[in-house]
């Protein structure tokens, strides 16, 4: 048996010739065995569905290559397939070549699929990895999945939580998706392995799955088998790539890349491959200059689809002047449409029952003179399937499946108990935004809004994955067949940012908990957060506009929080149905927060965050989790936000800055002014906030 190699300093692959499987793969620099039993090696899976079984796979495994290339420089690999045989023994009339090379960021496969079949190839795995073994002795695995803006955690072993109904699945499995993930990490928190999707132009579904083999040992807990001597097979978990390229009979798809690269440390030397991709094609969406200043926001919801209409528009103002007293920058205003939040989409007319179009004008001139700019509150992924205009026109500019139904969603729930048991909301279908006529009936909306003068528009739901609403499979929308919906929200974003340039008053787009991708769309987010969350965009971004919601009465460890991570604050009393002053503890402390940026704006604002990189702290001899380090722009000097969640307990922490050990000084929301220290033992006390910055 022959195997062709691909090395690099932290990359040693091994394939072999005759079957193209993976069955060897290890970083040199630790010598971790990723792959270390050869037999699991694997090449590809293919979907080929046949009309009495949608099931049909085509196993790498059982494929023998018409082709093996490798490239003179050895950087390069190329396998084909030709004439592959199902699992019925059906042979296929197509050719899959895989490409496997040593770039700059890892080792990346891509790939084509030429289908001269009678049958569709729904879907193709590669890479796979047949094995995915714990770095260390201790048998632990975990995985990193960026969603969103965050990066997540989930333990695969000794414990695998299973992600799929037990019924549709021979495995237990765990998953993610793009483009809201754009990548995983798999290990520990010495070394891992970067698996990431490297498409900027979001051309298709990719799917990172994880299945357990042969299964849980008990199923209580989910626990991992050690051995299996039952089945005979070795405890794994196995990873494939799926990608989803509907390649239709006479159709030719490429692949986009994925590319894995081993790595040492922990999760910030995991993404180094990301950071170096993203930077050949990132630019920041634009956004007026008062986005990137230190300020604060109030969300407010004036009226639901279950009719509250809380606030008319003429009585915004009692809001602006409590945010004008608190020094709160901006209202987002939620629910100022017809039906009120999240009814009768996508229309942005104004309710009547609010008040007139001339009223909400005045009152976003009334806000502005009194120093409040005003964000509306804008959705445009769906249509609500109970208007005139959904059954008179919009239908036909929704997302279709496979099978020509219309995909939708059942509602949200506003307020009442029949929508708190999930029934009688308004249903809404996925709009195909691939649809000209659809971008077209969303640009008009979103130019009426302009009327208003406001200073910008939050798209809400801009984030959602869409579940069913993924694909549009429509034959009349003008598209290929499928076509991935999350694409064609750049091509409405490309419109709507091409309108918004072309007004006299800068205008902000904001999305809602944007993924990367979108940060080149949309010039700031808006989202929520909880504890335990790791700030991968902050980290990927140190500059770009995050802004998050507050909603405690005495909120102080979300303030900390926006602190320690640079979070503009949303301020959201009644869970943003509100006024300022029915939180007092909350907005005060939060100026506090503000007012400190503002001081120490060139350590806490316009430095350079490095999450925990620069600094260590612990606190009785142990790693303390929650700080950030800053790094000022000029003279890379630091400053450390540390943060005591302890509701009742200070906490004596242990401060070391990297290539300092001089003077410390101190600053607090609460003490602004400066204390020197020459001591790294540093009090914090429960529930609060504490900068050490070196002195000088």
Not at 595 to 616: E, I, K, N, P
């Given at each position: 048996?022959?195997?062709?190699?691909?090395?690099?300093?932290?990359?040693?692959?091994?394939?072999?010739?005759?079957?193209?499987?993976?069955?060897?793969?290890?970083?040199?620099?630790?010598?971790?065995?990723?792959?270390?039993?050869?037999?699991?090696?694997?090449?590809?899976?293919?979907?080929?569905?046949?009309?009495?079984?949608?099931?049909?796979?085509?196993?790498?495994?059982?494929?023998?290559?018409?082709?093996?290339?490798?490239?003179?420089?050895?950087?390069?690999?190329?396998?084909?397939?030709?004439?592959?045989?199902?699992?019925?023994?059906?042979?296929?009339?197509?050719?899959?070549?895989?490409?496997?090379?040593?770039?700059?960021?890892?080792?990346?496969?891509?790939?084509?699929?030429?289908?001269?079949?009678?049958?569709?190839?729904?879907?193709?795995?590669?890479?796979?990895?047949?094995?995915?073994?714990?770095?260390?002795?201790?048998?632990?695995?975990?995985?990193?999945?960026?969603?969103?803006?965050?990066?997540?955690?989930?333990?695969?072993?000794?414990?695998?939580?299973?992600?799929?109904?037990?019924?549709?699945?021979?495995?237990?499995?765990?998953?993610?998706?793009?483009?809201?993930?754009?990548?995983?990490?798999?290990?520990?928190?010495?070394?891992?392995?970067?698996?990431?999707?490297?498409?900027?132009?979001?051309?298709?579904?990719?799917?990172?799955?994880?299945?357990?083999?042969?299964?849980?040992?008990?199923?209580?807990?989910?626990?991992?088998?050690?051995?299996?001597?039952?089945?005979?097979?070795?405890?794994?978990?196995?990873?494939?790539?799926?990608?989803?390229?509907?390649?239709?009979?006479?159709?030719?798809?490429?692949?986009?890349?994925?590319?894995?690269?081993?790595?040492?440390?922990?999760?910030?030397?995991?993404i180094e491959s990301y950071?170096?991709?993203?930077?050949?094609?990132?630019?920041?969406?634009?956004?007026?200059?008062?986005?990137?200043?230190?300020?604060?926001?109030?969300?407010?919801?004036?009226?639901?689809?279950?009719?509250?209409?809380?606030?008319?528009?003429?009585?915004?103002?009692?809001?602006?002047?409590?945010?004008?007293?608190?020094?709160?920058?901006?209202?987002?205003?939620?629910?100022?449409?017809?039906?009120?939040?999240?009814?009768?989409?996508?229309?942005?007319?104004?309710?009547?029952?609010?008040?007139?179009?001339?009223?909400?004008?005045k009152a976003v001139a009334?806000?502005?003179?009194?120093?409040?700019?005003?964000?509306?509150?804008?959705?445009?992924?769906?249509?609500?399937?109970?208007?005139?205009?959904?059954?008179?026109?919009?239908?036909?500019?929704?997302?279709?499946?496979?099978?020509?139904?219309?995909?939708?969603?059942?509602?949200?729930?506003?307020?009442?108990?029949?929508?708190?048991?999930?029934?009688?909301?308004?249903?809404?279908?996925?709009?195909?935004?691939?649809?000209?006529?659809?971008?077209?009936?969303?640009?008009?909306?979103?130019?009426?809004?302009?009327?208003?003068?406001?200073?910008?528009?939050?798209?809400?739901?801009?984030?959602?994955?869409?579940?069913?609403?993924?694909?549009?499979?429509?034959?009349?929308?003008?598209?290929?067949?499928?076509?991935?919906?999350?694409?064609?929200?750049?091509?409405?974003?490309?419109?709507?940012?091409?309108?918004?340039?072309?007004?006299?008053?800068?205008?902000?787009?904001?999305?809602?908990?944007?993924?990367?991708?979108?940060?080149?769309?949309?010039?700031?987010?808006?989202?929520?957060?909880?504890?335990?969350?790791?700030?991968?965009?902050?980290?990927?971004?140190?500059?770009?506009?995050?802004?998050?919601?507050?909603?405690?009465?005495?909120?102080?460890?979300?303030?900390?929080?926006?602190?320690?991570?640079?979070?503009?604050?949303?301020?959201?009393?009644?869970?943003?149905?509100?006024?300022?002053?029915?939180?007092?503890?909350?907005?005060?402390?939060?100026?506090?927060?503000?007012?400190?940026?503002?001081?120490?704006?060139?350590?806490?604002?316009?430095?350079?965050?490095?999450?925990?990189?620069?600094?260590?702290?612990?606190?009785?001899?142990?790693p303390h989790p929650d700080?950030?380090?800053?790094?000022?722009?000029?003279?890379?000097?630091?400053?450390?936000?540390?943060?005591?969640?302890?509701?009742?307990?200070?906490?004596?922490?242990?401060?070391?800055?990297?290539?300092?050990?001089?003077?410390?000084?101190?600053?607090?929301?609460?003490?602004?002014?400066?204390?020197?220290?020459?001591?790294?033992?540093?009090?914090?006390?429960?529930?609060?906030?504490?900068?050490?910055?070196?002195?000088?």
């Amino acid at each position: 048996m022959k195997t062709a190699k691909l090395t690099a300093a932290n990359i040693s692959a091994g394939f072999d010739s005759a079957s193209g499987a993976l069955r060897e793969f290890l970083n040199p620099l630790t010598g971790w065995n990723i792959i270390n039993d050869p037999a699991l090696g694997m090449s590809f899976e293919m979907v080929a569905p046949l009309p009495h079984r949608l099931n049909h796979r085509v196993f790498g495994k059982d494929q023998k290559l018409t082709r093996f290339e490798k490239d003179p420089s050895g950087k390069r690999l190329t396998f084909t397939w030709e004439n592959p045989v199902g699992q019925t023994g059906l042979t296929l009339d197509m050719t899959f070549t895989g490409v496997v090379a040593l770039t700059e960021f890892g080792l990346e496969f891509s790939g084509k699929i030429i289908n001269r079949s009678a049958q569709r190839v729904e879907a193709i795995a590669w890479p796979c990895l047949g094995q995915i073994t714990p770095p260390s002795a201790n048998g632990e695995l975990w995985r990193w999945t960026a969603f969103l803006t965050e990066l997540g955690l989930q333990q695969l072993m000794p414990l695998f939580r299973n992600d799929q109904g037990y019924w549709g699945a021979d495995y237990p499995l765990q998953k993610a998706h793009s483009p809201h993930s754009s990548f995983v990490l798999l290990g520990d928190k010495q070394q891992g392995l970067y698996v990431g999707h490297h498409d900027a132009a979001n051309r298709e579904l990719v799917q990172f799955l994880f299945e357990l083999k042969p299964g849980h040992r008990e199923s209580l807990t989910g626990a991992a088998p050690h051995s299996d001597l039952q089945t005979g097979q070795t405890p794994r978990v196995q990873m494939s790539i799926n990608h989803f390229p509907f390649c239709a009979p006479g159709e030719s798809k490429l692949l986009t890349p994925i590319v894995l690269r081993p790595y040492s440390g922990d999760w910030h030397d995991g993404i180094e491959s990301y950071k170096r991709w993203r930077a050949t094609w990132h630019k920041s969406a634009p956004a007026p200059d008062w986005c990137n200043e230190v300020h604060s926001w109030q969300q407010v919801q004036i009226n639901s689809i279950a009719g509250e209409q809380r606030c008319r528009y003429e009585r915004l103002i009692e809001h602006g002047r409590q945010c004008a007293n608190h020094g709160v920058a901006a209202i987002q205003l939620t629910g100022w449409t017809s039906g009120g939040q999240d009814g009768r989409m996508p229309s942005h007319d104004i309710d009547p029952r609010l008040g007139t179009r001339q009223d909400l004008k005045k009152a976003v001139a009334d806000l502005r003179a009194l120093g409040i700019r005003t964000i509306l509150y804008e959705k445009f992924v769906y249509a609500d399937v109970s208007t005139d205009w959904y059954k008179r026109e919009l239908y036909k500019y929704m997302a279709q499946d496979i099978h020509g139904n219309p995909e939708g969603h059942s509602g949200w729930a506003y307020f009442l108990p029949s929508h708190f048991a999930n029934f009688n909301m308004r249903r809404l279908n996925w709009a195909c935004m691939h649809h000209a006529q659809w971008r077209k009936i969303c640009c008009e909306e979103y130019e009426k809004s302009l009327e208003f003068d406001a200073d910008g528009v939050i798209l809400d739901e801009s984030c959602h994955p869409r579940e069913d609403g993924r694909y549009c499979f429509a034959s009349d929308h003008g598209h290929p067949v499928p076509a991935f919906n999350p694409q064609g929200d750049s091509r409405l974003m490309e419109e709507l940012n091409a309108i918004a340039a072309r007004q006299k008053r800068p205008q902000v787009i904001l999305g809602e908990s944007v993924h990367d991708l979108q940060t080149t769309e949309y010039g700031m987010t808006y989202g929520r957060f909880n504890a335990g969350y790791i700030p991968l965009l902050r980290y990927l971004d140190p500059f770009y506009p995050i802004m998050m919601a507050v909603t405690g009465y005495d909120d102080r460890e979300k303030l900390n929080a926006c602190l320690m991570f640079r979070f503009v604050i949303s301020y959201e009393p009644l869970n943003f149905k509100g006024y300022l002053d029915e939180f007092p503890l909350t907005i005060e402390y939060g100026k506090k927060i503000d007012a400190l940026r503002r001081r120490y704006r060139a350590q806490l604002w316009d430095a350079v965050f490095h999450d925990t990189r620069g600094a260590q702290v612990t606190v009785d001899g142990k790693p303390h989790p929650d700080y950030a380090v800053f790094w000022e722009v000029k003279s890379s000097r630091k400053a450390v936000v540390l943060v005591n969640h302890r509701s009742a307990d200070s906490v004596m922490a242990k401060v070391e800055i990297e290539g300092y050990a001089g003077t410390l000084q101190i600053i607090t929301p609460e003490n602004p002014e400066p204390a020197k220290t020459t001591s790294n033992q540093i009090a914090v006390p429960p529930r609060s906030a504490v900068v050490v910055m070196q002195a000088g």
